[in-house]
């Protein structure tokens, strides 16, 4: 569990680890806000807000009704670079959300989270399964995962739809996984049949991890992991799966045309309900053809194909 806290300053909560005041291995910062299924838009607003500041590894949990997002920065990270981080969630953040400060010894945080990370079965087949627990049950495929500190442990819905839909797929072939984050999705389209992927992400941290979880299964052979985003690939391909925030998805549609050979399949997800139709329509602006809107809670996943006679913009 996280060591005893204790504030260290008053105003805007700023705690530290007792006995270690001003001493961390990692900061960590954690909003907090209603559970309630209606805020599905709050968590939307603060993912972004934890990303734009530089905080993409963003842990989620429901505790005692609310819900609670945390990211970590460096225990390193200079005091005057806090201060204006801390001014900027102050002055940005909804009203809706509160906001804390802890130093967190980063041996503890870890074992705290493992302690926590309990098997997760998704869809029909899939089950994920953190690496230290003893051996899995044998009838699902299993998916052994240690995502470090990387998006992608399945207790994001998002990471659920996509590896429901891609159980769906039924002739996955070559693939890129655009966001790997942990890598969750790219070991589950393997061991679902998909023959070789490409997976990126524009994150050190989620290169690392998906390297490893590659390793983990056996599988590094089959993947191409690179840091980036979609201009490290090339098509054609026979699907793209891409779990990462409406804006960026949508802004990437003309990128999964390119990569993706007409007929051949898309999986977009992180996205709520309510964004989907302007993200459906910057995809069917690149021939996408949705098949079906998967959804938990309030997000949404879109499953489709490109279609054969998609348009051209000019030039291309
Ligand atoms: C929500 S996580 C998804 C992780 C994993 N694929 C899953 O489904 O659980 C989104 C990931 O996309 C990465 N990312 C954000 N913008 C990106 C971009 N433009 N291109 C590639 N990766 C991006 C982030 O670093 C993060 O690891």
Same mark, same amino acid.
């Given at each position: 569990m996280y060591p005893a806290i204790t504030p260290l300053q008053a105003g805007l909560q700023w705690w530290a680890v007792a006995g270690r005041q001003g001493v961390a291995e990692l900061w960590q910062v954690q909003v907090e806000t209603a559970a309630d299924g209606a805020d599905g838009e709050v968590e939307e607003t603060l993912y972004w807000y934890l990303s734009e500041l530089g905080l993409p590894h963003v842990e989620r949990q429901i505790l005692a009704g609310r819900l609670v997002l945390r990211g970590y920065l460096s225990g390193e990270t200079p005091e005057g670079v806090m201060e204006r981080w801390r001014e900027h969630i102050r002055e940005r953040l909804t009203q809706k959300a509160e906001i804390g400060w802890y130093a967190v010894e980063r041996r503890d945080w870890q074992a705290a989270w493992r302690e926590q990370w309990r098997p997760i079965f998704v869809g029909e087949r899939l089950v994920i399964w953190p690496v230290w627990l003893p051996d899995p049950p044998g009838d699902r495929l299993v998916i052994?995962?240690?995502? @470090?500190?990387?998006? %992608?442990?399945?207790?994001h819905a998002t990471t659920r739809l996509c590896l429901r839909a891609l159980e769906s797929v039924p002739d996955l072939g070559t693939f890129a996984d655009v @966001?790997?984050?942990? %890598?969750v999705l790219t070991v589950a389209a393997l061991k679902l049949g998909a023959g070789r992927g490409w997976a990126v992400d524009t994150d050190d941290l989620a290169v690392v991890s998906t390297r490893k979880n590659l390793e983990i299964s056996g599988l590094e052979e089959r993947v191409t992991v690179a840091r980036g985003s979609t201009e490290q690939l090339s098509g054609p391909l026979d699907g793209v799966v891409s779990n990462i925030l409406a804006e960026v998805i949508a802004n990437l549609a003309p990128e999964f045309r390119r990569l993706v050979h007409p007929g051949g399949w898309g999986i977009f997800s992180g996205l709520l309900l309510t964004q989907a139709p302007r993200v459906v329509e910057a995809l069917a602006g690149q021939g996408f053809a949705l098949s079906e809107t998967l959804s938990e809670g309030d997000w949404a996943c879109l499953v489709g194909r490109f279609s054969a006679d998609r348009p051209r913009s000019a030039g291309s």
């Open positions: 052994p995962l240690d995502p @470090g500190m990387a998006f %992608g442990t399945g207790e @966001g790997c984050g942990s %890598g």
